[in-house]
């Protein structure tokens, strides 16, 4: 660390407003994903009005990066000083501070510094580094001349809706944090494409459908804390919101869970007139969106509620369906242990679907489910060892239209010529069947790899 190069950078604005104010807008970091564009989120740990632990998501060259930050607070001196204890790649360490210089009663010069060093002190890690700070610090200066000089008139709002959930906090959990399946559970939802290089942080790149049949494009990060709650950020909006954030909040009880979703709004006043017109006002799109919003929302914890309902498994299938479905996967195991790809992909839906938590993107339809199998076939078919499929502790429950939900565990088994069976993967899967005569067809299957 000592022999690492120290880097420096400064940058500054002046803003039209009182120090103290501006003061406030930098102290108060829980306000920051609303005002300022590359942060997600950010959690208090510990801490008091002068010093304070925080965990900080927020996005730096188009990625998610997440670290853990000390600051000292000094409202007199009026400078807030941050040095990160838990960097992410390609940072090794990185601190500076925010000062303020009053200018006058209604004017504040605001510096920003940064000092860092890289990993390896590696040219291209620098070079990632200060094109992030150039980008990151430059929007958030404007963001906060502009939240400083603009009085709020009530551009920022928050409200909720919530539902109440015959069923448990973890499976309507599950619901939310599984997007990738919402076009083929929410009929508001046209389009989703999810990704998840780290576990539990997300970006999500959504078509919904209005009202009045248009098609919106989002683009949002989410940072899930499991069972509990998704907090995420909107870094694509509709032209009427210079920023959304928002939460689902699962709250379970002796009877059940309430699912709560919370909505943060600041509109773009720029774009009202434009948007809904030249008699248009604040109070009419905070109608507006509250509307739009609270529908789409309501809708999806309505599908969340009904999706835990169903996994409570308060309606069981009957044993000769149950019986059914282990012989179904009887067959599909044996299919693919016996290293038959175009059959085992056969056991698909046409359109069918194959997620896991160890690859960027599902598998969409059946053509790309049997070529990732004949590729993963290629890459052992030299390996001298039999490997055997095995799904155990199996649940069934009912699903709309006469499909079934089903949850078990899934283990490979590998054993070398003459050698002992050894663990090779062990997971948890959960499918979506849909009756194929007197057979089953997947058309969805998620597989969450244990440590993936």
């Known amino acids: 660390m000592s022999d690492e190069t120290a880097h420096h950078t400064v940058h500054e604005i002046d803003v039209r407003a009182p120090a103290e104010a501006v003061f406030d807008l930098v102290a108060e970091a829980s306000r920051w994903p609303v005002h300022f564009p590359p942060s997600v989120h950010v959690e208090r740990l510990e801490g008091d009005d002068r010093q304070e ?126 997007a990738d399946r919402w076009t083929e559970r929410l009929p508001h939802v046209a389009r989703v494409v999810l990704t998840e290089d780290t576990p539990n942080e997300q970006i999500l790149e959504m078509d919904t459908l209005t009202a009045d049949g248009e098609t919106h494009t989002t683009r949002s990060v989410r940072v899930c804390f499991p069972a509990e709650r998704i907090v995420y950020k909107q870094i694509r909006t509709p032209a009427l919101m210079a920023a959304h954030t928002g939460e689902w909040i699962f709250e379970e009880d002796e009877r059940g869970c309430t699912v709560t979703s919370r909505h943060t709004v600041r509109i773009e006043p720029d774009a009202v007139t434009t948007v809904l017109g030249p008699q248009a006002d604040v109070a009419a799109a905070r109608t507006m969106i509250r509307e739009a919003l609270g529908r789409n929302s309501l809708a999806t914890l309505r599908h969340a509620a009904e999706h835990a309902k169903r996994r409570g498994g308060t309606e069981p299938v009957s044993a000769q369906t149950y019986v059914a479905v282990q012989q179904f996967y009887a067959r599909q195991m044996r299919l693919l242990d016996e290293r038959r790809a175009e ?17 960027p993107e599902p598998l969409r339809g059946r053509e790309a489910v049997a070529a990732a199998v004949r590729r993963n076939l290629a890459r052992t078919a030299d390996t001298p060892e039999q490997r055997r499929h095995v799904f155990s502790m199996l649940t069934v429950v009912p699903g709309p239209g006469g499909s079934l939900h089903t949850r078990c565990y899934a283990q490979v088994l590998a054993t070398p010529p003459g050698g002992q069976s050894r663990l090779h993967l062990s997971a948890v899967c959960e499918d979506e069947l849909v009756p194929d005569g007197d057979d089953w067809l997947v058309r969805h299957r998620r597989v969450e790899h244990d440590g993936g």
Do not use: C
């Open 53 to 178: 632990r925080l965990r900080i998501w927020a996005t730096a060259n188009g990625e998610v990066k997440s670290w853990t930050s000390r600051r000292e607070l000094d409202r007199a001196g009026l400078r807030v000083a941050f040095r990160q204890e838990e960097s992410r790649a390609p940072v090794r360490s990185m601190s500076g501070e925010w000062r303020l210089e009053p200018l006058g009663p209604e004017r504040t010069r605001v510096r920003f510094t940064h000092t860092f060093t890289a990993v390896d002190d590696a040219p291209e890690h620098v070079e990632w580094i200060n094109r992030a700070i150039d980008t990151n610090t430059a929007s958030e200066l404007e963001a906060l001349r502009r939240g400083a000089e603009e009085a709020d008139a009530g551009l920022t709002f928050t409200f909720d809706d919530s539902v109440r959930v015959d069923g448990s906090a973890k499976d309507a959990y599950e619901f939310i944090r599984a």
């Open 343 to 359: 059959e085992w992909a056969r056991t698909f839906t046409e359109d069918g679907v194959f997620a896991q938590n160890t690859a």
